[in-house]
């Protein structure tokens, strides 16, 4: 469980204990111990089995994989992973592979709804790149949605990371984008589904320590 799922609900908690001081009616004090009850489920964070294999770039988030594309980037062509989560998934995230944080960037934004092409640049987001071992560079977006208005980033730049470890949340509906190098073999597909820290989205050639 992640503490912020703790505060939510007891905020909802207090105001479902004045309501029920106030007016003694359950169905206006159950609205608040309802949604007490969603953060808690909200801001849960299960246990994941970490992928070991060389290579292997695992998902940063749960949900479903919306797009898997060629980018041009200003280094060249560039694999592009897209994974929208709904407000029922898990929110936390993960690190993609183990290494180096090279470049964590904030960029100010728009809130589009993270279905939308467009929200990959203009919505607001947390940019991370981290250089594994091998010195490939992974790079991942966290991006605010239509709902979410907070990403949160555990980490700062020069420190190392593990596959598969926590390292962030983004709040309620939103998107994640992982960019891969040209090199890297595709593991999924539109429309699947995948879990955060478990879940092999693709592969470098030849392997590789991360």
Do not use: C
């Amino acid at each position: 469980m992640v503490r912020d799922g703790y505060f939510y609900a007891l905020g909802m908690v207090v105001v479902a204990a004045l309501l029920w001081l106030l007016t003694q009616s359950v169905p206006q004090t159950s609205l608040p111990v309802l949604l007490a009850l969603f953060f808690l489920w909200f801001f849960r964070d299960p246990e994941r089995t970490i992928p070991t294999g060389q290579g292997e770039i695992v998902s940063p988030a749960d949900g479903v994989v919306t797009q898997a594309d060629w980018i041009e980037t200003s280094e060249g062509s560039r694999l592009r992973i897209s994974i929208f989560l709904s407000v029922f998934d898990v929110h936390v995230n993960r690190a993609p592979i183990g290494g180096v944080l090279s470049s964590v960037r904030y960029q100010h934004g728009q809130y589009l709804n993270a279905m939308n092409p467009a929200s990959a640049d203009r919505n607001e987001q947390n940019i991370v790149t981290i250089r594994g071992e091998d010195g490939v560079e992974i790079t991942f977006k966290q991006i605010a949605g239509l709902l979410a208005r907070r990403i949160v980033f555990n980490h700062r730049e020069g420190e190392t990371v593990e596959r598969g470890q926590r390292v962030g949340l983004i709040k309620f509906g939103s998107r994640v984008d992982v960019i891969l190098p040209a090199e890297a073999m595709l593991r999924v597909k539109v429309g699947e589904r995948v879990k955060g820290g478990e879940s092999v989205l693709a592969a470098m050639r030849g392997g590789g320590n991360h």
